[in-house]
């Protein structure tokens, strides 16, 4: 089987856990009878302790001979932890196993990161592929989610997510080739590998793009969480608000799958400067409530404030940091883009929504023009980084 087929299933086996997690774990917490003071908490705990617990991981993960061996053992674990909150006693027991379970599937997409970045790179496919493969299983879980959601009980939610993982688990074995995590030979003591992440921190152009792909990413918070109800306050049908968010992800697959030529020639840094610019329009653009027949050019913006952004941004990490901290730097930009400032901005919406309803979107496009300050000045850094 060519190994980009490979890396294609490997990540569908990955999203078909989170179509189901992401958009569904709230309403299993909610049957368990949290609050939702108490489930906001629930699922922002992973994300803000990102920052820590990813490059934590990824350090240990680099401790491995082969890149695929911390994978399998992540999905193991996280899908111990899921199956424990069908009897998880009360919030704090399902905050600790949500906690755990999040952390350890999420640490799982950097560490493949690198892997398929690496062999895109050599072998000369699209990385746009694998990743836009796992965001069409995203989309596919989802819908079915929903259906079976009509027959069955909560509890399904969690069945559901653990089976992934332990698909995740057994794909990470069967598909993820057998790549070690150091070329030259064992893997360097743990000191050494924990200087190489304090180096990454002290690397203010590294810093940089981390920090700016994630404010970009980070805008997307209130857009995560308020648009359903915000739509519906505009009496715009249940249906046309699932197609809506369709339009959004399909957008990004489209990108990920059919742009890759473009992406090349425009390069990383115009890239996320595009992505920043486009969260700009789209907030902004929200913040106003447009009208049914202009949500679909704007949610197809989609391509830019997400995939644009999120393939620039690895693409950046990877040409700024050595090989030998790339799990760790991979995880860094995760932690951050895909943790810390998406749950901040998160935790911020609610009382954004409570105190402006649409116009809490304006916060969202703030993000963005800081986000593309940053791509601005980064792409200059990158530019004197590269020619030195």
């Known amino acids: 089987m060519p190994l980009v087929v490979r890396l294609c299933l490997f990540y569908v086996a990955i999203y078909l856990g989170t179509g189901v997690s992401l958009p569904y774990i709230a309403t299993f917490l909610r049957a368990k009878g949290l609050s939702g003071a108490e489930i906001g908490a629930v ?67 950097p560490l493949i990161d690198v892997v398929t970045l690496r062999r895109a790179r050599l072998e000369g496919f699209n990385y746009g592929l694998p990743r836009g493969s796992g ?56 000191r050494e590998r924990w200087k190489g992440l304090g180096q990454l921190l002290t690397d203010r152009v590294f810093v940089l793009a981390v920090v700016t792909a994630g404010l970009i990413q980070g805008a997307h918070g209130f857009y995560y969480s308020f648009s359903t109800i915000l739509w519906r306050r505009q009496e715009i049908p249940e249906p046309v608000i699932g197609v809506l968010w369709g339009v959004g992800v399909a957008a990004e697959v489209g990108f990920m799958w059919f742009l890759e030529p473009w992406r090349r020639r425009v390069g990383p840094g115009r890239l996320l400067a595009m992505g920043a610019g486009a969260a700009v329009i789209r907030w902004s653009a929200y913040a106003f409530a447009p009208p049914l027949w202009a949500l679909f050019p704007l949610q197809m913006l989609h391509a830019f404030t ?83």
């Open 43 to 109: 699922l922002a705990a992973p994300l803000l302790l990102k920052p820590f617990t990813g490059p934590v991981l990824a350090v240990w993960a680099d401790g491995f001979r082969l890149r695929r061996s911390p994978m399998i053992l992540l999905a193991v674990a996280a899908a111990v932890a899921y199956l424990a909150m069908l009897v998880a006693p009360g919030f704090w027991g399902l905050l600790i196993c949500w906690l755990l379970g999040a952390t350890l599937l999420s640490t799982i997409s």
């Open 135 to 190: 965001s069409s299983a995203f989309i596919a879980a989802n819908l079915v989610m929903g259906v079976v959601l009509t027959i069955a009980g909560a509890d399904v939610i969690v069945v559901w997510i653990t089976v992934a993982a332990l698909l995740a688990a057994a794909a990470a074995f069967v598909l993820v080739p057998a790549e070690q995590v150091h070329e030259e030979g064992e893997a360097p003591p743990k």
């Open 306 to 388: 997400f995939a644009a952004s999120f393939l620039a941004s690895l693409q950046l990490i990877e040409r700024l940091t050595p090989p030998r901290s790339a799990s760790a730097a991979q995880a860094l930009n995760s932690a951050v883009s895909q943790g810390f400032t998406l749950g901040a901005a998160t935790l911020a919406s609610g009382p954004l929504f409570d105190a402006l309803g649409v116009k809490g979107y304006w916060a969202m496009a703030a993000l963005g023009v800081l986000g593309l300050a940053g791509a601005l000045v980064l792409n200059k850094a990158v530019k004197v980084r590269l020619q030195a």
